[in-house]
Structures are given as C-alpha cells and as structure tokens.
C-alpha cells in the first residue's frame, strides 16, 4: 500500500511539473511585445500612452514596452517630470515589436518634430522591409483640437509607405463615453483636448478609448506574431531558397562580433550624412546609451580601457554605416579615411597605438577595403567626457 501512494505521489509530481513546462512553453510562444512610443512635453501624451499600454496589456500574454522618442532638443526640466524614467528609443529597435502604437502631440494640425525627425531615420529599416505588415497605430494629444483628424491621418502615410498595418479605433467605446463635455476621440485614433476648459485631461473618455485602441493594437500584433514566421515576405524567398546571408555579415558572425544598436543623435544633427557616394560619420564611445570608459587616458583611463572605448566607438561608426548603406554592409564599396581624437594630457605620444585597435579592427571585417587613411590627434576634452572620438568617411557602391 505504502509503495503504491509513493508511486501515486511520484507519477503526480512529475505529471505536474510536465505541465507546468507546457504551460511556460505555451505562455512564451504565445508572449507578444508591443512598444508605445510617445513624444511629449507637458505630460498629455504620456498619460494617453499609459492608458493605451494598459488597453495592451488586457490581451493575455501581451505586454506592452512604453519608450520615448529623442528629443532634437533637451526639454528645460525633463528630470522633474513623472515621465522623466522612461528610456528613449533607438530607430533600429522597432523591428523587434509584434505592434507598435506611434503617440505624439498634435503640432499644427501635424506630428510633432521630434517625432518626424525620429521616423526619417527609418530609411534603412524601410528599404530592408523591416516593417512591412507589423501592425500601427496613433494617438496624439491636442489643445483645441484643431486639425487632430488631419495630424492622424498625415501621419499614416508615413506608416503606409513602410507597408504597416494601421489599426484604427473607429467608433469603438463612444457609446459608453460621457457626451456632455467635448471629447477628443477620432475614429482615427484616440485623442485629448488638453486646453478643454473643464480642466483634467485627458479625460476618462479619452482614455477609455486609448485603452481599447491598445487592446485592438495588441490583438492584431498577436495575429502577426502568428503568421510571420510562417509567410517569409515575398522579397525574402526567391525560387532558388533563402537568400545567402551577406559576405560582411558572414564575416562579422564568424568574428562574433554583433553590432550594437546605432546611437541616436543627442543634437540637431544626422547620425550620418551622404554626399554623393560618399558616407560621413561621427562618433564617441557610447555603449548602450553611456559612455564606456570616460575620462582622460592615462589618468581616469588606462590605456587598455581606452583601446576597448576605441574599439566600442569603431563598432557605433559600423552600426550607422549599416543604416547609410540600407542595411547591407556588402554596399560599401571602400572605407576613406578615419581621423581619431583621445582625451589626453599635453605631451601624450601614443596616440597611434590606440587608433591601432579601430584599424586593425575595421581591416578585419571589411578586409582590403577597409584599409584607409588615417589621422589621429590628442584633444584636450571631448564630448560627454569619452576618451575617444572617430570621424569616418567610407565610399558606398
Ligand atoms: C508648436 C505647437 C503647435 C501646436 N499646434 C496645435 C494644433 O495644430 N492643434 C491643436 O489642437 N493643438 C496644438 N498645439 C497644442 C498641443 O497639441 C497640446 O498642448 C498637446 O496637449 C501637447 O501634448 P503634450 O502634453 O503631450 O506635450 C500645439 C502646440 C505647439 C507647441
């Protein structure tokens, strides 16, 4: 008797256990992530994101990432406001995301500036197809109101030329929204009339129908989760079988090097510029969003430190090369010329040595064409305290 309720007990717990890990393999495969990337200044748009990434959250097994987008340029006071911890957003991350809700304030009868100057970075992901069927939507917070409907819709082009989803609310949850006050609402997309004079908004309306335009967002992100691993894009699956991955591509992974995102811009600038065929590029030592190794060689830094920051700012000026060549590394024809800046003292010599590490670095992946001319210097500070700074040209095909 004793035997079998050990066996009964053992058949049990293993039963049990088996369950669980279907369950978790189940909740993982079934896991959508849709992003809710907002632009805003005095908090509206944040509190329409908040809601939109609840309405989100209510599909099961969905969960919503809320990310702004950079700023051209720094909000006065940004470190006081409640939307001050969200982290902002790279322009390469949105390929990752089952859905994606664009929301921003309505800046004459259009997005806002931050926004369009985000999205025009989106070149790359546009010509590799990234976004192709990946399901959006938008949300703006107004004033008045003026032009809201238009700001919306102009915004859709840029969605419809990448080849996106766009979801819209149309008339879901007015029939449940208190219609004695204006509300902001468009069958477009959810909206707030933040200069409405009875104060408080957005108001529950509104945000009523953020929630369930996130929620119909989520539901069509997990239809494509479902069917995009299924149905390779057509561009992806020529007759032949699936297309070879790239010879610099090839070459990275037998490095194992991975590229890291590309730094955003921190200023009214472009992180690369083409001019005729010709790509220029600036960058320092940023490393996922932070300086790696700040300081002044040979006080702060030690030498190696400053050969890994070197390396690390050779990596960012690939990963915007990446983007200025549509995201083929096999488009660029030759490298140019770098030109490298160390924060170091008076009298500091070795400034070859350490360029040495971007050199040596860049011949490695491109091979013969990554082979350059070169100038280095000694700078008595460089920008956010790094310790190395590379311009790069390179010559595309
Ligand atoms: C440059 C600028 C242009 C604006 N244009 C409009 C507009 O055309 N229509 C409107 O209703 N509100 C307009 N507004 C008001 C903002 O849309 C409104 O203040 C919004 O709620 C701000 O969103 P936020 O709280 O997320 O910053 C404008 C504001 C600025 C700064």
């Known amino acids: 008797m004793r035997i079998k309720t050990g066996i009964f007990v053992l058949l049990s717990l293993f039963s049990c256990s088996l369950l669980k890990a279907q369950n978790k393999m189940t909740s993982t495969d079934s896991e959508i992530k849709v992003l809710v990337l907002f632009n805003t200044e005095h908090g509206g748009t944040y509190k329409m994101a908040k809601e939109m990434a609840a309405g989100i959250e209510k599909l099961p097994g969905a969960k919503a990432v809320l990310k702004q987008v950079p700023r051209i340029k720094p909000l006065e006071n940004e470190v006081k406001q409640?939307?001050?911890?969200i982290p902002y957003a790279t322009i390469d991350e949105l390929p990752e995301y089952d859905g994606i809700a664009f929301g921003s304030a309505v800046h004459f009868g259009n997005m806002s500036a931050d926004m369009r100057y985000f999205l025009d970075q989106s070149v790359g992901l546009w010509t590799a197809h990234k976004l192709e069927g990946k399901p959006a939507t938008v949300f703006m917070s107004a004033g008045s109101g003026a032009g809201r409907e238009g700001a919306i819709l102009s915004f859709w082009n840029t969605l419809a030329v990448h080849g996106m989803t766009i979801i819209s609310p149309g008339i879901m949850g007015t029939s449940e929204i208190d219609k004695s006050i204006p509300q902001g609402n468009t069958v477009f997309g959810a909206s707030s009339l933040a200069a409405a004079v009875d104060g408080n908004r957005p108001s529950k309306g509104e945000l009523h129908i953020a929630s369930l335009q996130g929620h119909a967002l989520a539901k069509a992100a997990k239809g494509y989760q479902l069917t995009k691993k299924d149905i390779p894009p057509l561009s992806a699956s020529p007759a032949s079988g699936s297309p070879?991955?790239?010879?610099?591509?090839?070459k990275l992974k037998a490095l194992n090097i991975q590229l890291p995102d590309a730094p955003a811009p921190v200023g009214n600038y472009k992180p690369f510029r083409i001019s005729g065929k010709q790509v220029f590029i600036?960058?320092?030592?940023?490393k996922a969003g932070k300086v790696e190794h700040p300081g002044m060689i040979d006080r702060e830094v030690t030498e190696e430190q400053a050969k890994q920051a070197t390396r690390q700012t050779l990596l960012n000026i690939l990963a915007v090369l990446k983007q200025a060549a549509g995201?083929?590394?096999?488009?660029?024809?030759?490298a140019v010329q770098l030109t490298g800046f160390f924060y170091t003292a008076a009298g500091y010599t070795k400034h070859a040595v350490l360029m040495n590490e971007a050199s040596n670095l860049l011949v490695e992946?491109?091979?013969?064409?990554?082979?350059?001319?070169?100038a280095t210097l000694g700078a008595s500070s460089l920008p956010m305290n790094s310790a190395v700074e590379i311009q790069?040209?390179?010559e595309l095909e």
């Open 82 to 85: 409640d939307f001050a911890n």
């Open 244 to 250: 070879k991955p790239g010879r610099i591509e090839a």
């Open 282 to 286: 600036n960058q320092i030592a940023l």
């Open 327 to 334: 995201g083929d590394l096999d488009k660029v024809k030759q």
């Open 365 to 374: 992946i491109l091979g013969e064409s990554g082979m350059h001319t070169r």
């Open 392 to 394: 790069a040209i390179f």
